[in-house]
């Protein structure tokens, strides 16, 4: 199977499209201002203990405060507490973490006001992002992750993936890292190191420690928690370093900068790779020339249809996930077929939902009403699909053989909340308000906006619209566009553009920035 993977870079926000066979099964967007992230680390203060839940609530920074669970300060909790109080003792002198006293491990019962009291300071890493009214989750166990290795302070044990399966392999990685890793650390061994010379594993290893020594560098000039003092890398090297596999045909970009992040990147893992990197250039949006706009507004919402007419309604609340499967008009005559019909059906919505929980990255618990079916095999089948589609899933989770009443739970890890796309188009030019100027007026009012920008100076702009809208004003010899750019200079360029509505438009100077020419009735309702 090969696996594609587009980069989309814009001031404002990152958007990363994973396809497989064309098909799109990873989407993620994230503003560039986004700050909490999950595997940051924070030097946080306690701001309440909470007793009746054996929990606490830590500052991190965030408009919610974190939440800390007794289960999730980890085994060496006390261990990482007294070195932390060593370091900040003595803002100025370095103390490795090799000299660092090991101690008693951590009751698995206990109270959380026995380990912590308000206002003492804590070393946390982020386990969930902000998800509705709730803040992050956070651990005390902290790790430092990277492609073949993830480092723990203050462990001592060496582990190896379970998906290793080879017993001569599992000893070699074990007893390998058991020589060159650093005292007081411990190495979980991730599924793609198997067969990696030690020169890699000892490369990475060093690497992970240096994103150690930094943090506590960091939490030694750290004099007023909150402060972040460990920041995973962003998130299109993130996704890399989990995902990147030899099925990779290809990773497209649209950003120079993130394209030589990401070619140092590989060139490091992978270097036989580094070629399949390639810097976008075109004049139509990256998503669009990859199909991706399409895919996005075909597979988000409220109905999501698949093969023969059947479809999906997924309807998203505050505890869980419902999914209800339709036949829609795939009905056929014979009644002796409805069985064979419901499977079928029931088979090709196992495959969507497959797509659809990895696209939308819900978590949680997940039901799912199929359509009835009377044997024993049928329901068997349908659950076997389902386990064997959700076996591409990194994300953790659960499936339980279909109930009475035909319904089927899915437990699936939630990290952050789920990608919600609004894929209906509103209005704009009458901003929801039902009566527009006459339509057969809007190329004027392009043309308008066009002479004030030339106005003020500028010679080299973009103008952004509907596919439709384009080939109406690219139409012909004598076209609309072509007169535009006799009247007012080559430097104008049109671009269709698949995700604004219909009459919708945006302009962009040479840099890629927005020019702001929006009419007033517009900005009242940003406003």
Not at 101 to 117: R, V
Not at 299 to 319: D, N
Not at 436 to 465: D, M, N, Q, R, W
């Amino acid at each position: 199977m090969t696996s594609e993977l587009i980069v989309d870079v814009h001031s404002q926000e990152v958007s990363i499209a994973i396809t497989e066979e064309k098909q799109l099964v990873e989407f993620q967007r994230e503003k560039q201002t986004d700050t909490f992230s999950v595997g940051n680390i924070y030097h946080g203060r306690v701001k309440k203990i909470m007793p009746g839940l054996n929990a606490c609530f830590v500052d991190v920074g965030s408009e919610k405060e974190a939440f800390l669970h007794y289960s999730d300060l980890g085994p060496q909790f006390y261990s990482l507490q007294k070195y932390l109080k060593q370091v900040t003792s003595d803002r100025k002198k370095n103390f490795p973490i090799a000299k660092a006293s090991i101690m008693p491990e951590k009751k698995k019962e206990g109270n959380i006001a026995e380990a912590l009291q308000t206002g003492q300071e804590i070393l946390v890493q982020i386990t969930k992002e902000p998800i509705n009214t709730k803040g992050p989750r956070l651990t005390c166990e902290l790790s430092f992750a990277g492609r073949f290795l993830i480092l723990i302070p203050f462990e001592d044990k060496v582990s190896v993936s379970s998906k290793i399966k080879s017993p001569e392999e599992r000893t070699r990685l074990k007893q390998l890292m058991q020589s060159i890793k650093p005292k007081n650390f411990g190495i979980i061994v991730r599924t793609v190191a198997e067969g990696k010379k030690v020169a890699e594993l000892d490369s990475e290893l060093r690497t992970l420690v240096s994103y150690w020594d930094a943090a506590i560098g960091k939490v030694q000039k750290s004099t007023k928690p909150p402060t972040v003092v460990h920041e995973e890398t962003d998130r299109t090297l993130a996704l890399l370093r989990d995902l990147f596999n030899p099925s990779y045909e290809s990773i497209h970009v649209n950003d120079i900068e993130v394209y030589k992040k990401i070619r140092n990147y590989v060139s490091v893992i992978a270097p036989e790779s580094v070629d399949i990197i390639k810097l976008y250039r075109g004049e139509l949006p990256i998503f669009d020339h990859f199909g991706i706009t399409r895919q996005i507004k075909s597979s988000f919402g409220r109905i999501v249809s698949f093969k023969g007419g059947a479809y999906l309604v997924i309807e998203h609340t505050e505890a869980l996930h419902v999914v209800d499967v339709n036949s829609g008009n795939r009905t056929r005559n014979n009644a002796s077929n409805q069985e064979e019909n419901a499977l079928e059906v029931n088979l090709g919505a196992a495959d969507e939902l497959a797509r659809q929980l990895r696209l939308r990255d819900m978590g949680g618990i997940i039901v799912v009403d199929f359509i009835d079916m009377d044997k024993a095999e049928h329901r068997q089948a349908l659950y076997e699909r389902m386990a064997t589609n959700m076996g591409r899933d990194r994300a953790k989770h659960n499936i339980l053989p279909l109930s009475k009443f035909g319904l089927m739970q899915i437990t699936r890890q939630r990290v952050r909340p789920a990608t919600n796309m609004e894929v209906e188009e509103s209005c704009p030019v009458c901003n929801g308000k039902g009566k527009i100027l006459p339509s057969v007026l809007f190329t004027e009012t392009l043309e308008s906006k066009i002479e004030t920008i030339k106005a003020i100076g500028l010679k080299k702009f973009k103008l952004h619209i509907h596919p439709y809208v384009s080939a109406y004003i690219k139409k012909g010899i004598f076209s609309i566009y072509r007169k535009w750019q006799m009247k007012y200079g080559i430097g104008l360029r049109v671009i269709p553009d698949q995700k604004l509505a219909y009459l919708e438009y945006h302009f962009y100077d040479k840099a890629g920035n927005e020019i702001d020419m929006k009419e007033e009735s517009e900005l009242k309702k940003d406003s």
